[in-house]
Structures are given as structure tokens and as C-alpha cells.
């Protein structure tokens, strides 16, 4: 990881939703050093919560999760006029070809498998993600 700080432009925001702690920690700590400003949610409905506080400039999802899984939850997101335009990137320990079929069918830019590649991750993100912050 190289660590990089635009200074002079804004942090990218970024959403972590995963109901493992430890995970979501992890990833933050990581995003954190690559520069990326991060909020965390256990669930998607700490995520819906939070969406209007907190506007992300994408959002990393787990598939397995309580209340609601990452593909409804990303169904959801993606239906809603005011987020549909956050790119949704899954983060998962399910990598069968069908679980990334149905993570693209229900509206998400991407889909990582555990454990994460965190150069691709970050790469990925800056793809998806303007380069100039408003």
C-alpha cells in the first residue's frame, strides 16, 4: 500500500457496511492510510440511517449480513433517486461466479472476494470515484 494524502482536495468518503467488527475496522484502518475518509455501519439499517448524515462517495458491502443481506441492500440503494448515483463495490466471502453475477444484476460497480486485495480495492475505488471533490 503506498499511503498517499492528496493534500489541497478533499478526502474521498467511503462507507464500509459489514456486521464483523473486526472486518470493519480492518478495512477502515486500511482506507484510512491510503487517505480516504471512512464511517462504518453494521447493517444496512445503520447504513440507511446514515446516508443522508453522511454521503459517501462509495460504499464497500458485505453480502452476509443481518435484517437485510448486501444484495437487497444494494437493490435498495440503487432504487433510491437521492443514491443510486454511490458506486456499491461488494466485499465478500463468497466468491462463486453466480454470488458476483447476482452482486452485478443488482446494481453494484464491482465485487472484491476475501481476502481483499487492498491495491486492487483502492484502485478500484479512484476508478469509480471523481478525481476533484466539490
Same mark, same amino acid.
Given at each position: ?20 467488527? #473486526?472486518?470493519? +475496522? !480492518?478495512?477502515? =484502518?486500511?482506507?484510512?492510510? %491510503?487517505? /480516504? ?31 437485510? #443481506?448486501?444484495? +437487497? !441492500?444494494?437493490? =435498495?440503494?440503487?432504487?433510491? %433517486?437521492? /443514491? ?51
Amino acid at each position: 500500500m503506498l499511503g498517499r494524502v492528496h493534500s489541497g482536495m478533499s478526502k474521498l468518503k467511503i462507507t464500509i457496511v459489514d456486521d464483523d467488527r #473486526d472486518t470493519r +475496522e !480492518l478495512l477502515a =484502518a486500511a482506507l484510512e492510510y %491510503e487517505g /480516504f475518509a471512512v464511517t462504518m455501519a453494521a447493517n444496512g439499517l445503520r447504513l440507511i440511517a446514515s446516508l443522508q448524515l453522511h454521503r459517501p462517495h462509495a460504499i464497500l458491502l458485505d453480502v452476509n449480513m443481518s435484517w437485510i #443481506d448486501g444484495f +437487497e !441492500l444494494c437493490r =435498495a440503494v440503487k432504487k433510491n %433517486e437521492q /443514491f443510486r448515483d454511490i458506486p456499491v463495490i461488494f466485499i465478500s466471502g463468497r466468491g462463486e461466479p453466480e454470488d458476483k453475477r447476482h452482486g452485478m444484476a443488482v446494481g453494484a460497480a464491482d465485487y472484491f472476494v476475501k481476502p481483499l486485495d487492498m491495491d486492487k480495492l483502492v484502485s478500484r475505488i479512484r476508478e469509480l470515484v471523481p478525481a476533484q471533490i466539490p
